[in-house]
Each structure stands twice: as C-alpha cells, then as structure tokens.
C-alpha cells in the first residue's frame, strides 16, 4: 500500500473516531471523558427522533457538557447510534430532556439521608394487629427505644421555669424545628407519589408498601435499633429507585413533548445508519445478517414514542393528584 492510500485510511478511521466520539488506538484522538461539545451535538443530530425533539434536548446537552455531566448522554447516544438499542435507550434519553427538572421536594428526598427521614417514615408493628394483650404490648413498646430528648438529658423541669422570663428560641433551634416540618410533609408528598406509582397496573410495578413493617421475634420482642435502621434504609432505598425509573414530568414538558412529536422524524439518522451498514470494515457475516435485519423507518419510531407518552403521568395541582397521560400520537 501505497502513501497515498496509507495516508486516506488513517483519514477515515480518524473521521470515524470523531464521529464516535472515541479514541480508536489512535494518538491524541479524544476519549469519552474528553469528548468535545461538537462532536457531542453531532451524535445528537444523527438520533432517530422528530427534529423538534432534538431542537429541546440541545440546551440540555450543552447545559449538562458545561457542568461535566454530559458521559449520561454520550453513553445513550452510543448506544443508540452503534448498538441499535432503541427501544430501551429512546425513553431514557427522553427522561433526561423532558424531565430534566424536578419539584424541590422531590430533589431533597433523593438527596437525603434516610437517618434524616426516621422519625417521619410510617411503620407497622405486626404485633399490634395480632394481639390486644396489654402485658405483651407494653413488653414489646417498652423495649423499643425513645427518641433522645434534649430536656431529658440535661434534666430540665419546665415547672420550675415558670417563674423565669420566657426567653427567644434560639434561631438554630428554631430553624430546626421548621426543618422538621419540612421534612414531615415531604415524607406525606413521597407517601401520595409513591402510592400513585404502586396503585395501578399500568406501569406493571411490583406493590409494595410505603410503610416498614416489623415482625416481632419469637419470643415477642422488638428488632435491635440495628436491624430496625437497616429496614428503614432498605425501605428508603427501594422507594428512590421505583421513583427515579418512574419520575413525573411537567405538564408544561408533557404538552411540549407531545407537541414536538408532530414534527417529522431526522432523516440524518437514515444516512447515518447507511453509511455504518456499509462499512467495508464489517465483516460480511455481520452484513448478510443485517441484510436479514428488519428495516427500522419512521412509524418503527413513533410506535416507541407513542408507547412513552402513554407511561407518562403528572401532577393536576387543580385536584392536587395525579393522572395518567392516556393520549398517544396520531
């Protein structure tokens, strides 16, 4: 092989790489962590998505690429455009564009530790429903632990304070207090949200209970403090991630999506996926088998969004609930 011939492969494979965003073996070629925003918009470009889908998500890649966080869409724009994930990777990339903001309640329950949630999280002791006996009961609720209390620790006796002056909360105690309360409703808030996800059968979730059940041992006692946090973390945790797979979206972002898929489907993706099917670097098993392959075209795609819109739900502040998005694309 010639110079000439040398010098256009490399040219090819480097343009792949840019393409792709990867390093390829080659020198000085950048890596996902190092990927550039054009070569990061020029994947966006070639996804099988209405164009007007892609005109939303745009302010979001670069958003998320200024800050860092752009590996998330790197990844499912590979996915997409290498490994023909369609069906899985579409909704997600949809999650991140259309529900890309979250209430402030929702943000500090997937942020908090689930210490800071203990005292507001409901639970059910089995024992209260399988017996009334009132030696038993006491037994069983005198050897949970109390919460530790201030006034008791330091021994303070608010009937020999009476004649005192009444003095200011201190404003940290007082920001404490309101604290509490914020932290009670949003447990309630979580509560509605999670009893929505689990009522139905339409997103096809497993039913589970918010609350965290303790059984009592064999002998009629309570759990150790250890095992009963350990219930509370497990709880906390299933919760977040049945939330997180199934995040509500904005009715402003609903209707914006639902109008966005009336907009025609990229023919960019077209071209791209010619151009990889004709690779002469694949080899010609893997051509004669995508041969075989059914050919993905526009109403293969709707067919995906049509499905999402349909999964998706929001919150009716009119009727302070939620409802389902029963409508698809025509």
Not at 64 to 78: E, L, M, P, R, V
Not at 195 to 210: A, E, I, N, Q, V
Not at 286 to 306: H, N
Request: hydrophobic fraction near 35%; proline fraction near 6%; charged fraction near 30%.
């Amino acid at each position: 092989m010639n110079l000439k011939k040398l010098k256009k492969a490399h040219h090819c494979k480097l343009r792949k790489c840019i393409e792709e965003g990867t390093s390829g073996g080659l020198p000085g070629m950048p890596v996902m962590g190092e990927l550039t925003y054009k070569q990061l918009q020029r994947q966006l470009r070639r996804l099988p998505l209405p164009t007007a889908v892609l005109r939303d998500a745009t302010r979001f890649v670069k958003k998320d690429f200024k800050y860092g966080a752009a590996k998330k869409f790197h990844a499912i724009f590979t996915e997409i455009l290498v490994n023909e994930q369609y069906k899985d990777q579409i909704p997600k990339f949809l999650d991140l564009v259309y529900k890309y903001h979250k209430p402030k309640w929702l943000k500090r329950f997937m942020h908090a530790h689930y210490m800071s949630l203990k005292a507001h999280w409901p639970v059910v002791h089995l024992i209260d429903e399988v017996t009334k006996d009132p030696g038993l009961l006491a037994t069983y609720h005198g050897r949970i632990e109390k919460p530790f209390s201030v006034l008791e620790h330091v021994k303070f006796d608010p009937a020999e304070e009476e004649h005192k002056e009444r003095r200011t909360p201190l404003p940290l105690m007082k920001h404490y207090g309101d604290q509490k309360d914020e932290v009670g409703g949003m447990v309630k808030q979580v509560e509605t949200l999670y009893s929505f996800l689990t009522r139905g059968s339409t997103l096809g979730l497993t039913k589970l209970p918010f609350e965290i059940i303790f059984a009592p041992s064999k002998l009629g006692l309570p759990m150790y403090p250890t095992g009963r946090d350990m219930e509370l973390k497990r709880k906390v945790t299933h919760v977040k991630h049945t939330i997180e797979a199934n995040l509500p979206m904005m009715k402003t972002g609903l209707d914006g999506l639902i109008k966005a898929c009336e907009s025609p489907i990229n023919k960019n993706f077209y071209k791209h996926l010619r151009r990889t099917r004709e690779d002469e670097s694949v080899p010609h098993q893997v051509k004669k088998l995508i041969r075989k392959e059914e050919v993905v075209g526009d109403d293969y795609f709707r067919d995906i969004l049509a499905m999402y819109l349909r999964q998706q739900y929001w919150h009716d502040k009119e009727n302070s609930n939620y409802r389902m998005n029963l409508d698809s694309i025509k």
